[in-house]
């Protein structure tokens, strides 16, 4: 099954989507780690240097480099939604679109104490970001886990637990 989470910044879909592939075998993609390697810069810096239009045209073309490995689980960058060209080709492309909904006050409590530099939450804050945001999630996505004051191991066994469920279905 080919699986992506999507989500605001913090929600966890680099942490799970990491988990979740050691657990289960399945190949692990980030699309920020894609960028890093293909523009030799932090994701923070290209969005600093080269503005978010940049940003979004090399999410893309980062999207569309993934292999296409049917055991595979992509976390994506929170405002890679915001993208036509990337929206659709979610859409096309995935078995399981799975939205990780985290509450703004969780958001804030976990981007405080994180070190990775995103600077579009600085520009805009977070709830505005949320506000634009969150009908593409819900549309986009198959399915939802709300992760507020869950561990992450819990996460990553709803998630193994809707994967299996899935299989079973098919
Ligand atoms: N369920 C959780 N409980 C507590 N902290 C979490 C949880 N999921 C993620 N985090 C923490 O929140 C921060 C952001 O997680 P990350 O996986 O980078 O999110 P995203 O990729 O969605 O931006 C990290 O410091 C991570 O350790
Ligand atoms: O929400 C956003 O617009 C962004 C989220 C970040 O990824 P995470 O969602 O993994 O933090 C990263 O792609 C960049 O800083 C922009
Ligand atoms: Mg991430």
């Given at each position: ?11 966890g ?6 988990e ?24 923070g810096?290209?969005?600093l ?5 940049f940003?979004?045209q090399?999410?893309?073309?980062a ?34 679109i ?37 009908s ?7 399915a939802?886990i709300?992760?507020d ?9 709803e998630l ?7 299989l079973?279905?098919?």
């Amino acid at each position: 099954m080919k699986i992506i989470l999507i989500g605001m910044p913090g929600s966890g879909k680099t942490t799970i989507a990491t988990e979740f592939a050691q657990q289960s075998g399945y190949a692990f993609f980030d699309t920020d780690l894609i960028i890093e390697e293909q523009l030799k810069q932090q994701t923070g810096d290209v969005l600093l240097n080269h503005g978010e239009l940049f940003f979004r045209q090399a999410e893309c073309h980062a999207l569309k480099s993934i292999p296409d490995i049917s055991d595979s689980i992509v976390a994506s960058g929170g405002g890679i939604i915001v993208h036509p060209d990337s929206f659709q080709y979610i859409k096309d492309n995935f078995d399981l679109i799975l939205y990780l909904d985290t509450s703004l006050e969780v958001l804030v409590e976990r981007l405080d104490s994180d070190n990775k530099i995103r600077p579009l939450l600085n520009k805009s804050s977070l709830d505005e970001l949320m506000e634009k945001r969150l009908s593409m999630y819900e549309d986009l996505s198959h399915a939802s886990i709300k992760t507020d004051r869950k561990m992450k191991s819990e996460i990553v066994n709803e998630l193994l637990r809707l994967v299996r469920r899935d299989l079973a279905d098919e």
